[in-house]
């Protein structure tokens, strides 16, 4: 029995849809992430209990953030991005959060500088309150080692597995390869990203079209431990929407684009290695998407007449879908995160 909403949400599905092809799938993924974050911050007393726990939000985080500070009995103060929707805003209102949105912008670069400089200037004005760094502090990785282990045990590892996932913060990838790892060596890891993110070098390709949520970034995180990824695929929009649509349609799964962006990459590279098992993470459901993506569905690509373009340097990186092989490479050099949390050096757990 749960004790509360967040558990059950924080819990994800595992879904075999294929053949060696499994859907770790999650309602609203940061929600176990943001309940064990707070739960070690509260038991090593960093901070008081009813205190105000803040951060920077583009979406699911302030969700999980909100639903953990209710369980928890903490305040919660969000500055949010423009992409924070009516339905959202709305919730959080009632669970009691606050939040402040910054003005409309497309410039997806100073909307995150704003928020960034909103923090500071909060943090000086309560110094009470507590910053939860969630795209630095890796205490956002403590709350997927329970999903790691269940995946672990319920996918077995025979024949080698093979993750991947959407990188925003890192977390969720950097921490279930790192907990993977711990049980069996033989895990793969493959970042998804869009083009136009420094975090893995493609900031001088854009996307013509809308970006997808969630994932990829204008600013360095310390919280992606470049390190730990075998492979790195960037998928254009559409290609990420061929991928949503045929995850519905095929699998009946309904989730959101970077989803469809996972799956279409998890799919590639389960057949190049049929005797590996290979996970995708769903992160989010496609509530968010309907307009943007499914009604869009009659202009899907097939998925199968879509293939990456395999890349051996950033410079070849071109639209619509390109792969490189990474290899634990380090970060590129804009995509190097100093010190900018703010609380001194990172803590690694
Ligand atoms: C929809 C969606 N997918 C994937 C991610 C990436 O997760 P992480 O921040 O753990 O890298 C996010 C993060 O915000 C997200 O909102």
């Not at 707070?38 to 699911?60: F, N, Q, Y």
């Not at 924070?84 to 959080?92: A, G, K, M, W, Y």
Request: aromatic share 8%; with cysteine.
């Amino acid at each position: 029995m749960d004790e509360h909403i967040a558990e059950a949400i924080g819990r994800p599905d595992l879904i075999r849809v294929d053949d060696g092809l499994i859907c770790l799938r999650f309602e609203t993924m940061k929600v176990v992430s943001a309940l064990a974050a707070v739960r070690h911050l509260l038991d090593t007393g960093a901070v008081r209990p009813g205190a105000t726990l803040l951060d920077s939000s583009s979406g699911i985080y302030a969700y999980a953030l909100a639903l953990a500070c209710h369980r928890y009995g903490m305040g919660c103060h969000i500055v949010g991005s423009t992409t924070v929707d009516h339905t959202l805003r709305t919730q959080l209102a009632i669970l009691g959060a606050t939040l402040e949105q910054m003005p409309p912008s497309d410039d997806l670069k100073l909307d995150q500088k704003r928020r960034v400089a909103r923090v500071h200037e909060i943090l000086r004005e309560h110094p009470d309150h507590f910053w939860m760094r969630q795209y630095h502090d890796d205490i956002h990785y403590l709350g997927y080692r329970a999903v790691a282990d269940r995946l672990y045990a319920e996918a077995g590892a025979d024949g080698g597995l093979t993750l991947v996932g959407g990188v925003g913060s890192g977390a969720s990838t950097g921490a279930l390869a790192r907990y993977l790892r711990r049980r069996t060596p033989d895990v793969r890891l493959v970042g998804v990203q869009p083009f136009g993110s420094v975090t893995f070098g493609s900031e001088h390709v854009a996307d013509p079209e809308i970006i997808i949520a969630g994932i990829g970034s204008s600013i360095p995180f310390a919280n992606v431990s470049h390190a730990a990824y075998d492979a790195v695929h960037w998928l254009s929009f559409d290609t990420a929407l061929a991928g949503g649509v045929d995850l519905l349609r095929r699998h009946a799964v309904f989730a959101g684009l970077s989803t469809g962006a996972g799956y279409a990459t998890a799919r590639w590279e389960r057949a190049q290695a049929p005797g590996r098992t290979t996970v995708f993470i769903a992160a989010d459901t496609g509530h968010r998407y309907v307009d943007t993506v499914f009604a869009r569905h009659a202009e899907a690509a097939p998925l199968d007449t879509l293939a990456p373009r395999m890349v051996t340097s950033l410079d070849e990186l071109a639209l619509p879908w390109a792969r490189m092989e990474w290899a634990g490479a380090a970060a590129p050099a804009a995509a190097v995160a100093g010190t900018e949390g703010g609380r001194g050096p990172l803590q690694r757990t």
